[in-house]
Every structure is written in C-alpha cells, then in structure tokens.
Nanobody
Framework: QVQLVESGGGLVQAGGSLRVSCAAS????????MGWFRQAPGKEREFVAA????????YYPDSVAGRFAISRDNAKNTVYLQMNSLKPEDTAVYYC??????????????????WGQGTQVTVSS
C-alpha cells in the first residue's frame, strides 16, 4: 500500500523560510516523479513544484520560481520542498504526490496517482 506522509508545516512570518518533507513508502520511490501542490480555502488545488524520477529535472510555476526548491533523497524515500521569501498568499495546505513508475514529471493534479494527506503552511503578514 502506497503511503505519502507530509511533515514540517507550520506558522511562519512573511519573508521567512520553511521546509516541508514527504516520506514515501510502498513504492519504488526512485522510479517515481514527485510533485508538490497546494490548496487554499475556497480555491482549487494548484501545482507548486515537481521533480523527475531520473536526472533530477525540476519545474516550477512563475508564482514560486526563484523562491521554492524541490529536491529528493532516494536513499530516504523522501522529497522536500524548501520555501523561502514566503508571502501570505503562500498560505495553504501543501500536498505531495507521486507519479509513475517511470513517468516524467507532471503539472496537473490528474497526472499523479498517489497523494498525501497534506500539511498546513500559514504565512502571517
């Protein structure tokens, strides 16, 4: 059974940094592309970052490019999202997702088969 468990969310002031993590189990992690999405109250879930299963290619939307960085540690079956220069509009529940095996990174929610339960990130002004 595939499980994705996010951690590391919390409350941070605007301009601050936070790193969220996602530990995966029940899948051959190194063969899966991974993504991060977020969902604010009353809004649709939106793409935040993705990293491919091979080569480490990454992709970000303009809203977070230059501020957020996704990385993975295949030895620990974990994907990370480092968030810097946080803004109040970054407040949301952050979800990690897995796509694969052997699929390139995606940017749409329906590209991903497996999802975590989410972790709350709140940025105060």
């Amino acid at each position: 059974q595939v499980q994705l468990v996010e951690s590391g969310g919390g409350l941070v002031q605007a301009g601050g940094s936070l790193r969220v993590s996602c530990a995966a189990s029940g899948l051959t992690f190194r063969r899966f592309s991974m993504g991060w999405f977020r969902q604010a109250p009353g809004k649709e879930r939106e793409f935040v970052a993705a990293i491919s299963w091979i080569g480490g290619s990454t992709y970000y939307p303009d809203s977070v490019a230059g501020r957020f960085a996704i990385s993975r540690d295949n030895a620990k079956n974990t994907v990370y999202l480092q968030m810097n220069s946080l803004k109040p509009e970054d407040t949301a529940v952050y979800y990690c997702a897995a796509r694969g095996p052997l699929q390139q990174l995606g940017t749409r929610t329906d590209d991903y088969e497996y999802w975590g339960q989410g972790t709350q990130v709140t940025v105060s002004s």
